[in-house]
């Protein structure tokens, strides 16, 4: 299966744990998208890397969020000191780099914070 | 305003019916439109994807572009119940992408 994978699929942890989550991209794609997605809501964008460069950050990530993608392929997305709040699915997307309306997701990372 | 509106739903259709889904935009920069499908717990699907105005065919689903009324359709043909589930569109500028919150469809046996 060559599409983007993520894991783990389901995260249980209690407040104030840090958790990681991980995406692997299509391997051709060089734009990586961290969303997070609350029933009934669409996806809303955390951050996007162009290879290893983090091109953009939204206002939702605090500082207890950091994402990276050390070598341009695999990126890792971590929250300090989980909150209620934090409670969501994380999707990963990826793109091809230049003009495109393909972006392809995940299966997603669902975090539940006790 | 939220960039992208579309009416949640949910809507509920019989089986064999035309299923028309719509959302506005407000800004002129979108030039790829997209439409996904996500069933519950999991991620979202590209059903399929058009660049400016225009209308594109793939089996049962047609996407619909007006740039000029900022609205775009998604028309399934004879729905099925595997169609059930939940349709969000999405908007691109080239670097971002702006999602609606999605529509529940349920087609009824």
């Known amino acids: 299966d060559t599409g983007v994978s993520q894991d783990p699929r389901h995260k249980i942890t209690k407040r104030g744990q840090n958790v990681t989550f991980r995406c692997d991209p299509i391997?051709?794609?060089?734009?990586l998208y961290w969303y997070r997605q609350t029933l009934g809501q669409g996806p809303e964008f955390l951050t996007y890397?162009?290879?290893?460069?983090?091109?953009?950050k939204s206002r939702l990530l605090s500082d207890r969020f950091s994402a990276e993608r050390p070598k341009g392929s695999f990126s890792t997305l971590e929250i300090q000191r989980t909150e209620q709040g934090d409670s969501a699915m994380y999707l990963c997307a990826s793109t091809p780099t230049g003009n495109t309306g393909e972006l392809f997701f995940g299966e997603g990372s669902r975090l539940t914070v006790l | 305003q939220k960039e992208v509106e579309q009416d949640p739903g949910p809507l509920s259709v019989p089986e064999g019916a035309i299923v028309s889904l719509n959302c506005t935009y407000s800004?002129?920069?979108?030039?790829?439109f997209m439409w996904y499908r996500q069933y519950s717990r999991k991620g979202p699907e590209l059903l399929m994807y058009t660049y400016s105005s225009g209308n594109k065919e793939d089996g049962r689903f047609t996407a619909q572009v007006d740039k000029s009324s900022k609205y775009i359709s998604l028309f399934i043909r004879d729905s099925q119940p595997s169609d059930s589930a939940t349709y969000l569109c999405?908007?691109?500028?080239?670097?971002?992408?702006?999602f609606g919150t999605g529509t529940s469809l349920t087609v009824i046996p």
């Open positions: 391997s051709e794609h060089n734009r």
């Open positions: 999405a908007m691109s500028t080239g670097n971002q992408f702006y």
């Open positions: 890397f162009q290879n290893e460069a983090q091109l953009e």
């Open positions: 800004n002129s920069a979108f030039q790829y």
